[in-house]
């Protein structure tokens, strides 16, 4: 059941020129359980008074963790010029506390799945699901024999975030695809699977089936349209279809 807590910053660091990693511990003493893909809200006031919040991904990783970092609850958070959360976390600094609830939202792996391939498709602060993922993806991989492929949409090398933990992830993790979409400029030396343009022209490549593969949409809603479309011409049904639009909010 969703609940309020308070979070306190442990650390932060820049992960490409407007957006920053936040990691924070309840400092309620208690652990935050959530089931990855879920999300938190981040509640505040802005400068009049009214009170408002902003959602955020759990990004963390738990099964990778040892000791009292198990705790983390780590964020990706976009800044927004003269966003009033932009305005928060920019004068965040390691011991401050922020307002939070949660866990909430559906955007999970499925115990009774019995795909034989997930499509992860996202873009921007929309692949933080999919990092949490990434100790369970390494389970129904090694249980279920599934393949996953992880199409991930940035205009350039400098805002693909958390690649260099994707790409390792998908060396270590053979049926592991990680292909990074640049819609402007490639890396000065691009891998095999760097494509040039949008997650969504890069799709077809990959041959979406809708009796095998299930999907899931995360990101930019332009982007969560046109792949929701785009599977849906082939044949998909709903159900196997999963989305999540990532909207900049002020």
């Known amino acids: ?19 920053r990693h936040f990691a924070f511990v309840r400092d309620d003493g208690q652990p935050l359980e959530f089931l990855p893909g879920q999300f938190v809200q981040v ?5 009049d008074g009214k009170p408002t919040k902003r959602s955020y991904s759990i990004a963390s990783l738990r099964e990778e963790r040892t000791g009292q970092i198990d705790d983390l609850v780590e964020i990706a958070v976009s800044y927004v010029p003269g966003g009033a959360a932009t ?3 920019e004068s965040l600094d390691a011991g401050d506390r922020i307002e939070a609830s949660g866990p909430f939202g559906r955007f999970c792996l499925m ?3 019995a795909n034989r391939r997930y499509l992860l498709i996202g873009t921007g ?3 933080t699901p999919y ?10 991989i090694s249980e279920r024999g599934i393949e996953v492929v992880l199409l991930f949409g940035a205009r350039n090398p400098g805002e693909l975030l958390y690649g260099d933990e994707f790409s390792a992830f998908a060396a270590a993790t053979p049926g592991f695809r990680f292909v990074p979409c640049y819609s402007r400029a490639l890396p000065d030396a691009p891998r095999a699977d760097d494509r040039r343009g949008y997650v969504q022209d890069a799709l077809a490549e990959f041959a979406p089936d809708p009796q095998h593969d299930i999907a899931y949409l995360c990101g930019n809603p332009n982007m969560v349209d046109a792949c ?16 999540e ?4 909010s002020r």
Do not use: C, I, W
Not at 230 to 242: M, Q
Not at 245 to 248: C, D, L
């Open 87 to 89: 305005h928060l976390f």
């Open 228 to 243: 929701f479309d785009a599977l849906k011409e082939r044949g998909f049904p709903v159900p196997h279809v999963r989305r």
């Open 1 to 19: 059941m969703p609940v309020h807590f308070p979070l306190k910053l442990v650390s932060s660091r820049m992960l490409a020129p407007t957006v």
């Open 111 to 113: 115990p009774n799945d």
């Open 125 to 127: 602060t929309g692949v």
């Open 131 to 140: 990092r949490a993922m990434l100790p369970q993806l390494r389970r129904v």
């Open 245 to 248: 639009k990532y909207v900049s």
């Open 43 to 47: 509640h505040f006031h802005y400068d």
